[in-house]
């Protein structure tokens, strides 16, 4: 059974710092990509960042370019977002979500408008609140 559990949300205040971790089980993580998706109150669900587990590339939306690091931890199936400098507009539920066949490498990943990028992600965790106060 695939199953994808994301940690670490919480209430941070403007500027401050949290790490999100998402736990994967239950498939080969070979050639995957695992995606970090956010939800703000009233707005449509927003895919923030992936990483490749093929050849580690990245991908950032703009949002969060320079503030957020994604990475993996191979040995223990782990990714994690690091989030810095947080903004009261990162205010949202984070997801994690699971890629088992990716069409692009994350690095070469550049969103479309008009096509709904979580049709690609077969499998999903739970999300995890993230507050921030201003």
């Known amino acids: 059974e695939v199953q994808l559990q994301a940690s670490g949300g919480g209430l941070v205040q403007s500027g401050g710092s949290l790490t999100l971790s998402c736990a994967a089980s239950g498939f080969p993580l070979d050639d995957v990509a695992i995606g970090w998706f956010r939800q703000a109150p009233g707005k449509e669900r927003e895919k923030i960042s992936c990483?490749?587990?093929?050849?580690?590339?990245?991908y950032y939306a703009d949002s969060v370019k320079g503030r957020f690091t994604i990475s993996r931890d191979n040995a223990e199936n782990f990714v994690y977002l690091q989030m810095s400098n947080l903004k009261p507009e990162d205010t949202a539920v984070y997801f994690c979500?699971?890629?088992?066949?990716?069409?692009?490498?994350?690095?070469?990943?550049?969103?479309?408008?008009?096509?709904?990028?979580?049709?690609?992600?077969?499998?999903w965790g739970r999300g995890t609140l993230v507050t921030v106060s201003s």
């Open positions: 990483i490749s587990f093929g050849d580690n590339s990245v």
């Open positions: 979500a699971l890629d088992t066949a990716p069409v692009v490498e994350c690095g070469l990943y550049t969103p479309v408008d008009g096509y709904n990028i979580e049709y690609e992600y077969s499998y």
